[in-house]
């Protein structure tokens, strides 16, 4: 089974750009919707952008400002974010469901498996 790792989260400044990769280990996304969402204390976990064999989709908070993408291996992917807000602060993770067994796959419950999930802090 795909194990996934996020990296990149940190500090960075109002403004400011931030890119955050997750890792697929001993497998690729080939057969999997994958998905990236954020969660701040005391809340569920959002939905920002997923992609499937439908292609990218994006949230409307995540539309404008983030850009998913994968790689050639497709065994990574990326959320590219701009215009970093206060508000962005989260801890930003990404998920996957098997191709098909899903209707919705921006919505947290529809994801079978989660990574550990990195820290973004956005100060003003």
């Known amino acids: 089974e795909v194990q996934l790792v996020e990296s990149g989260g940190k500090l960075v400044q109002a403004g400011e750009s931030l890119r955050l990769s997750c890792a697929a280990s001993?497998?690729?996304?080939?057969?999997?919707?994958v998905g990236w969402f954020r969660q701040v204390p005391g809340e569920g976990r959002q939905g920002l952008s997923c992609l499937s064999t439908s292609g990218f989709d994006y949230s409307d908070s995540a539309k404008g400002r983030f850009t998913m993408s994968i790689n050639n291996a497709r065994d990574t992917v990326f959320l590219e974010m701009r215009r970093l807000k206060p508000e962005d602060t989260a801890v930003y993770y990404c998920a996957t469901v098997i191709e098909g067994d899903y209707n919705d796959c921006l919505q947290s419950y529809e994801m079978e498996r989660w990574g550990q999930g990195t820290q973004v802090t956005v100060s003003s």
């Open positions: 001993g497998d690729t996304f080939d057969d999997y919707a």
